[in-house]
C-alpha cells in the first residue's frame, strides 16, 4: 500500500526515527507515482556488463549496472552500490537443464517492518554500512554514519524468489561440450536502447536497410531538370513507398545518435513504419503487428523487425532492373547478369552519359560503342566487327528512370553476339577515347504483369 500522506510539522513535535522515515517515505512515493503516471515503463536496466571472463570459467559476474527495479529501487553499481557474489553455473545446472534464465534480486520493502539489517547476505532489504563523513559546510571533524547498502544476489529460475524483486538480465545456455555462453536474443527490461547490442543491432541494421531501399526508389525517379524529380502516375505507389521511409528514417537515425532512447519509443516509431508499410502488402496488416512487452523485449522486436524487412522486400515490386556498367579494362565496361529472369520476355536498354554533347553522343554512339560479351568483346575489337545494334530511343518508356544528361539506347537482341551473351550472362561495352568520360547502365524492362 502506498503511503502519500506527508508527516504533519507542527510546534512542540518530538523528532524521532519514525518521523524522518515516514517523511522519507512519503518523498518515496510520491516520485514513484508520479513516474508511474507520466513515463514509459520505468524500471529495467540502463546499462548492463557482465564479467566475460568469469563465464568462461563457470561463474556468472555482474561488473557493471545501473537502473531502476520494479518498486521503484534505484540501482547503480559498483559506483554506490555493491556487487552481488558470483554463482557457481554448475549449481544452477545439476538438474540437467539446458537454458537458465538468471535475476538480479533484492529483498521486497516492508513497510512497518525490519528493512535494515547489521550484515551482508540476510533476508533484510539493506544492511548498514557505517562510515565516516566530513561536514561538508564546515572544516570539522568526521563523523561516523551508518549508510544502508543494498542486500543483491543473483537468483536463478526455478530457485526460491518469493519476498523478492526481481531484475531478469541474463540468459545462459549450457553447450555439448559442457562450457557456458550467453544467450545473445535475450534482452533484459531495458530503459535505454544503448545499453543492449542486439536492440543497438536491430536499429542499426534497419537504417542501414532503409537507406538502400530509399537509393533503389531514388534511382526509379525521372529527372524534370536538375533539382527536380518527376513521378508518373505509374510511378505513384514507388513515390509513397519513398516518401514513408524518407518520412521515419530521420526519427530513426535520431534514435541512433541520441545517448538515451526508451526501447518503447522505438517500438512504437518502428510499429509506425510497420503500419505505413502495410499499406503496400497484401498479406500484412496493420492487426499483425507485435505488441510491446517490456518484460520480452527480445521476442517483440526480433519479430517486428523480422516483418519489416519482409515488408521493406515484397512492397512495390520494380519492373527493371538497373546494372551499372564498371571498368573491366581500358575502354571496356562490363555487368554481370547473373540471373535467368533477366533474359526472359525482357527488353535491353543502354543509358550513356558522357562530357560530350548530347547531339554528338547520339549520333555516334551507335558506330563507336561495340557491345557484347566479357568474354568475347575483345575479338570484337581486333577483327572490328559490329557488336549488338543500338537505336537511339528519344523518349525512353515511362517504366525507365530517366537521368539528366543520359542518352537511351535499344540494344538488338538477337543473332549469334546477343546468344555469346547469353551463354556468358553477362554484358560487356568498348567505348573508345572519342567518348571521353563515360558512364553507363544497362536497363533491362521486364514486360508488365499487371
Same mark, same amino acid.
Given at each position: 500500500?502506498?503511503?502519500?500522506?506527508?508527516?504533519?510539522?507542527?510546534?512542540? +513535535?518530538?523528532?524521532?526515527?519514525?518521523? %524522518?522515515?515516514?517523511?522519507?517515505? #512519503?518523498?518515496?512515493?510520491? %516520485?514513484?507515482?508520479?513516474?508511474?503516471?507520466?513515463?514509459?515503463?520505468?524500471?529495467?536496466?540502463? &546499462?548492463?556488463?557482465?564479467?566475460?571472463?568469469?563465464?568462461?570459467?563457470?561463474?556468472?559476474?555482474?561488473?557493471?549496472?545501473?537502473?531502476?527495479?520494479?518498486?521503484?529501487?534505484?540501482l547503480?553499481?559498483?559506483?554506490?552500490?555493491?556487487?552481488?557474489?558470483?554463482?557457481?553455473?554448475?549449481? !544452477?545446472?545439476?538438474?540437467?537443464?539446458?537454458? !537458465?534464465?538468471?535475476?538480479?534480486? /533484492?529483498?521486497?520493502d516492508?513497510?512497518?517492518?525490519?528493512?535494515?539489517?547489521?550484515?551482508?547476505?540476510?533476508s533484510?532489504?539493506?544492511?548498514?554500512?557505517?562510515?565516516?563523513?566530513?561536514?561538508? @559546510?564546515?572544516?570539522?571533524?568526521?563523523?561516523?554514519?551508518?549508510?544502508?547498502?543494498? @542486500?543483491?544476489?543473483i537468483?536463478a529460475?526455478?530457485?526460491?524468489?518469493?519476498?523478492?524483486?526481481?531484475?531478469?538480465?541474463?540468459? /545462459?545456455?549450457?553447450?555439448?561440450?559442457?562450457?557456458?555462453?550467453?544467450?545473445?536474443?535475450?534482452?533484459?527490461?531495458?530503459?535505454? +536502447?544503448?545499453g543492449? &547490442?542486439?536492440?543497438?543491432? /536491430?536499429?542499426?541494421?534497419?537504417?542501414? +536497410?532503409? =537507406?538502400?531501399?530509399?537509393?533503389?526508389?531514388?534511382?526509379?525517379? *525521372?529527372?524534370?531538370?536538375?533539382?527536380?524529380?518527376?513521378?508518373?502516375?505509374s510511378?505513384?505507389?514507388?513515390?509513397?513507398?519513398?516518401?514513408?521511409?524518407?518520412?521515419?528514417?530521420? =526519427?530513426?537515425?535520431?534514435?541512433?545518435?541520441a545517448?538515451?532512447v526508451?526501447? &518503447? @519509443? %522505438?517500438f512504437?516509431?518502428?510499429?509506425?513504419?510497420a503500419?505505413?508499410?502495410?499499406?503496400?502488402? *497484401?498479406?500484412?496488416?496493420?492487426?499483425?503487428?507485435?505488441?510491446?512487452?517490456?518484460?520480452r523485449?527480445?521476442?517483440?522486436?526480433?519479430?517486428?523487425?523480422?516483418? $519489416?524487412?519482409?515488408?521493406?522486400?515484397?512492397? =512495390?515490386?520494380? @519492373?527493371?532492373?538497373?546494372?551499372?556498367?564498371?571498368?573491366?579494362?581500358d575502354? $571496356?565496361?562490363?555487368?554481370?547478369?547473373?540471373?535467368?529472369k533477366?533474359?526472359?520476355?525482357?527488353?535491353?536498354?543502354?543509358?550513356?552519359?558522357?562530357?560530350?554533347?548530347?547531339?554528338?553522343?547520339?549520333?555516334?554512339?551507335?558506330?563507336?560503342?561495340?557491345?557484347?560479351?566479357?568474354?568475347?568483346? &575483345?575479338?570484337?575489337?581486333?577483327?572490328?566487327?559490329?557488336?549488338?545494334? %543500338?537505336?537511339? +530511343?528519344?523518349?525512353?518508356?515511362?517504366?525507365?528512370? =530517366?537521368?539528366?544528361?543520359?542518352?537511351? #539506347?535499344?540494344?538488338?537482341?538477337?543473332?549469334?553476339?546477343?546468344?555469346?551473351?547469353?551463354?556468358?550472362?553477362? #554484358?560487356?561495352?568498348?567505348?573508345?577515347?572519342? /567518348?571521353?568520360?563515360?558512364?553507363?547502365e544497362?536497363?533491362?524492362?521486364?514486360?508488365?504483369?499487371?
Open positions: 500500500m502506498r503511503q502519500l500522506q506527508p508527516v504533519v510539522w507542527s510546534k512542540g +513535535v518530538f523528532l524521532s526515527p519514525q518521523h %524522518l522515515q515516514a517523511q522519507d517515505r #512519503f518523498f518515496g512515493e510520491t %516520485l514513484r507515482f508520479l513516474i508511474e503516471a507520466l513515463s514509459n515503463p520505468y524500471w529495467g536496466f540502463i &546499462e548492463l556488463q557482465l564479467d566475460g571472463t568469469s563465464l568462461g570459467e563457470g561463474l556468472l559476474a555482474i561488473s557493471q549496472a545501473s537502473g531502476v527495479f520494479p518498486d521503484g529501487l534505484l547503480d553499481m559498483p559506483s554506490s552500490d555493491t556487487q552481488p557474489r558470483a554463482r557457481s553455473l554448475d549449481e !544452477c545446472f545439476q538438474d540437467g537443464r539446458k537454458t !537458465c534464465v538468471f535475476y538480479l534480486a /533484492i529483498p521486497q516492508r513497510p512497518g517492518g525490519m528493512n535494515v539489517g547489521t550484515q551482508r547476505g540476510v533484510t532489504r539493506f544492511y548498514a554500512d557505517l562510515q565516516m563523513l566530513r561536514d561538508e @559546510n564546515s572544516t570539522g571533524t568526521e563523523k561516523p554514519v551508518s549508510l544502508a547498502r543494498k @542486500n543483491l544476489q537468483l529460475d526455478g530457485e526460491n524468489q518469493e519476498g523478492s524483486v526481481l531484475l531478469p538480465f541474463a540468459q /545462459i545456455e549450457r553447450t555439448e561440450a559442457g562450457s557456458y555462453r550467453l544467450d545473445t536474443k535475450f534482452v533484459p527490461p531495458m530503459l535505454n +536502447v544503448r543492449n &547490442e542486439l536492440l543497438n543491432g /536491430i536499429l542499426r541494421g534497419l537504417i542501414e +536497410v532503409m =537507406v538502400a531501399r530509399c537509393s533503389q526508389l531514388v534511382g526509379t525517379r *525521372r529527372q524534370r531538370n536538375q533539382s527536380l524529380a518527376d513521378f508518373s502516375a510511378d505513384i505507389a514507388n513515390f509513397w513507398l519513398l516518401y514513408t521511409l524518407n518520412t521515419h528514417l530521420p =526519427v530513426l537515425r535520431h534514435f541512433l545518435e545517448d538515451h526508451h526501447p &518503447e @519509443n %522505438l512504437v516509431q518502428m510499429l509506425s513504419l503500419g505505413a508499410l502495410t499499406t503496400f502488402s *497484401r498479406k500484412i496488416e496493420p492487426r499483425d503487428l507485435s505488441k510491446y512487452e517490456h518484460d523485449l527480445g521476442p517483440c522486436f526480433i519479430a517486428l523487425d523480422a516483418l $519489416i524487412s519482409e515488408l521493406l522486400e515484397t512492397v =512495390v515490386p520494380g @519492373n527493371f532492373v538497373a546494372l551499372p556498367l564498371k571498368p573491366l579494362r575502354s $571496356i565496361y562490363a555487368a554481370a547478369i547473373d540471373q535467368d533477366y533474359f526472359e520476355n525482357s527488353r535491353f536498354y543502354l543509358a550513356v552519359s558522357s562530357d560530350m554533347r548530347d547531339a554528338d553522343l547520339i549520333s555516334r554512339a551507335p558506330s563507336l560503342i561495340k557491345t557484347c560479351s566479357a568474354t568475347h568483346i &575483345e575479338q570484337l575489337i581486333r577483327q572490328a566487327l559490329p557488336g549488338l545494334k %543500338l537505336t537511339h +530511343v528519344p523518349v525512353p518508356p515511362r517504366a525507365i528512370p =530517366v537521368k539528366m544528361r543520359y542518352q537511351y #539506347f535499344s540494344v538488338e537482341r538477337s543473332g549469334g553476339v546477343w546468344e555469346a551473351v547469353q551463354r556468358a550472362r553477362n #554484358f560487356a561495352a568498348y567505348v573508345p577515347g572519342e /567518348i571521353p568520360n563515360p558512364e553507363m544497362l536497363i533491362i524492362l521486364f514486360a508488365s504483369t499487371d
